[in-house]
């Protein structure tokens, strides 16, 4: 076991765990942040999607001895009251049928809109490829993040 002081969604958390331990397991068991979901634990469909540092990535294969110095941003970190330009636009747009992806789908949406404030169908596409809705809500998915495109504070 060893501390970890990690800064997550803007606050300092410490926790005395296994290094190797996956932060999605820190996020949910240690810090009890469950929006961040677990989904096939090997990184391939999205559910898991957290902000490290401006970076989306896959908390299930992250483990927290990698995260040193930078934030991790959660969905819950995301917006205090869900008014996040994507947050808005998910519900907008109607996006979420069962919702089981839809964190790991907004926290991917919203890295590539910080980088790539206007970005292409292509650029959506590939950035959104590996988060994967069983339900199928891809085409609401993409209107979404073009609707967020036209938003302010993205």
């Known amino acids: 076991?060893?501390?970890?002081?990690?800064?997550?969604?803007?606050?300092?958390?410490?926790?005395?765990?296994?290094?190797?331990?996956?932060?999605?397991?820190?996020?949910?068991?240690?810090?009890?942040?469950v929006?961040?979901?677990?989904?096939?634990?090997?990184?391939?469909?999205?559910?898991?999607?957290?902000?490290?540092?401006?970076n989306a990535v896959r908390s299930c294969q992250l483990p927290v001895s990698a995260v040193g110095e930078q934030e991790i941003t959660t969905i819950e970190g995301l917006s205090e009251n869900g008014n996040h330009p994507v947050q808005q636009a998910w519900l907008e747009i109607d996006v979420p049928q069962c919702g089981y992806c839809q964190a790991g789908q907004i926290m991917s949406a919203s890295a590539l809109l910080k980088?790539?404030?206007?970005?292409s169908d292509e650029e959506i596409e590939s950035a959104m490829n590996g988060n994967i809705c069983r339900c199928g809500t891809y085409t609401r998915i993409k209107k979404a993040i073009k609707t967020a495109v036209n938003a302010e504070n993205v």
């Open 35 to 54: 929006g961040t979901k677990y989904g096939c634990g090997i990184a391939q469909c999205g559910a898991c999607t957290v902000h490290l540092g401006n």
């Open 1 to 33: 076991m060893a501390k970890f002081n990690l800064k997550i969604n803007g606050q300092t958390q410490e926790v005395d765990v296994d290094p190797t331990t996956p932060m999605l397991w820190v996020l949910r068991d240690h810090v009890k942040l």
């Open 115 to 119: 980088r790539t404030p206007n970005p």
